[in-house]
């Protein structure tokens, strides 16, 4: 689809993939949590570790109770144990909803 549109939408889904990036990783340090920002990917890696969960059984909970959605680092490999990933690629509002709510399960937790 990217190879079709115009130049100028294609960097404004850049930049608001970036801004998203920013206000994720800005927000989820302000809650504790440590992030590992993308160099150019589209997903935010969390350390979960502090937790003593398994990221399933994390992402498991905060679905159930926060309604959001994000990977277990685990799907990715062994070394991916003890992080979630989340997607950045989401309309601007979303993203700010999602991070409030992890933010909140990381509270409670």
């Not at 905060?62 to 144990?81: K, R, Y």
């Amino acid at each position: 689809m990217a190879l079709y549109m115009p130049e100028e939408e294609i960097q404004r889904m850049v930049d608001s993939y970036a801004e998203n990036c920013q206000f994720c990783c800005e927000h989820l340090k302000e809650a504790g949590y440590s992030v590992f920002r993308p160099q150019g990917g589209y997903y935010v890696w969390v350390n979960i570790r502090d937790f003593r969960m398994k990221s399933l059984e994390f992402c498991k909970t905060l679905l159930e109770e926060n309604h959001v959605a994000v990977a277990p680092g685990d799907t990715f490999g062994e070394s991916g144990e003890g992080f979630i990933r989340i997607s950045i690629c989401r309309k601007r509002e979303e993203v700010k909803e999602g991070v409030r709510r992890i933010a909140v399960f990381g509270r409670k937790s």
